[in-house]
């Protein structure tokens, strides 16, 4: 099966592992390597023999692909391409993937989501991490076959919305049973006219158990916070010593209201405001470490409203006044 009949990589150098694919779907043979993919003839690559970090089946109303890396050198963003209405059971094994059915949703580590598309594509995302997720694609026009069957998958449909372009229906912690039906998947071996027979079969036992304990649940919501939080967690560093950053010129960045912002802290470490002077106390404690600037001089370059309040903020977080503090430091520095 060629790549391009179910994913496509937003950048095609980062699908590569040096070590062998040991995936559950490593049965299935590599896939054909296009001509805009490194080849073992290339200089960087002439002492390894590169491997494709992905596997991949599709037939007539099934489809597999999973996707296992040690680690990604940057960002990674697969584009599922399938048949209008498909229902999608992702198994995430690693580190939190996210997927875009509308909003961007989070799935964490050992979470199922099974999810719903009416359109032809969709997205997930992968960091510049080690990943590992298995995804099933289901042909929208058996659905009606699987709820029959599945009267709980029936019940789970009910209560999502009508006609949209995505639903999401339900999820499922991975735990030990779950995994040992995916590691028979080791058993299998890949023939070119039984293999998919082999894994339709397979999937009713995986179906069997995901739809029996599968609860609704509309993580939407949490999970665009949760971006949302990551998002500004990612402004905030990159913008902390700019003496106008603030709550509103943070949601304006990020094209939301005060009010959704906020509520993306709820239950965090630190508010909008704290995660601001938490950056700013941090560096503030690097440049004390590591320079001989003046306490004063940091306090300012850091926006502080003035050292009293710096000292303040400081001793409070760290237990030590910032002299204190440098006077530690380069006492260790004698010893």
């Not at 023939?191 to 995901?210: C, E």
């Not at 004063?296 to 303040?312: D, E, G, Q």
């Amino acid at each position: 099966m060629e790549k391009t009949d179910l994913v496509r990589f937003s950048n095609d150098q980062a699908i590569y592992t040096n070590k062998h694919f040991d995936g559950y779907l490593a049965f299935l043979p590599e896939p054909a390597q296009d001509d805009g993919l490194p080849s073992q003839t290339d200089t960087a690559l002439t002492s390894i023999t590169p491997h494709l970090s992905y596997r991949s089946f599709y037939g007539k109303e099934f489809c597999w692909f999973e996707f296992k890396n040690s680690r990604l050198s940057t960002n990674l963003r697969l584009q599922i391409t399938a048949r209008e209405n498909h229902l999608w059971l992702l198994i995430n094994m690693r580190t939190g993937i996210f997927v875009n059915l509308g909003n961007v949703c989070l799935v964490p580590q050992d979470m199922l989501l099974c999810y719903h598309t009416l359109v032809p594509h969709h997205d997930i995302d992968l960091r510049a991490d080690s990943n590992w997720f298995l995804l099933l694609g289901i042909d929208g026009r058996i659905i009606d076959d699987l709820t029959e069957e599945y009267t709980q998958l029936q019940e789970l449909f009910i209560t999502t919305a009508e006609n949209l372009p995505y639903r999401t229906i339900g999820t499922v912690n991975v735990q030990v049973r779950l995994k040992r039906i995916m590691e028979a998947l080791h058993q299998i071996k890949f023939r070119p006219f039984s293999t998919y027979y082999h894994l339709a079969n397979w999937n009713m036992r995986f179906f069997q158990s995901v739809f029996q304990q599968m609860q609704a649940q509309s993580i939407e919501k949490t999970d665009y916070e949760i971006d949302l939080y990551y998002k500004a967690i990612a402004y905030i560093r990159e913008n902390y010593c700019d003496d106008q950053i603030n709550i509103e010129t943070i949601a304006n960045a990020l094209h939301v209201s005060e009010s959704t912002l906020k509520r993306a802290f709820q239950g965090k470490s630190f508010s909008v405001a704290e995660q601001i002077t938490e950056f700013r106390l941090q560096k503030a404690r690097e440049l004390i470490r590591s320079t001989n600037q003046p306490i004063s001089r940091i306090a300012y370059t850091l926006n502080f409203a003035c050292p009293k309040h710096f000292k303040r903020l400081f001793i409070k977080r760290f237990l030590l006044s910032p002299l204190e503090y440098r006077d530690s430091i380069n006492l260790k520095r004698l010893f």
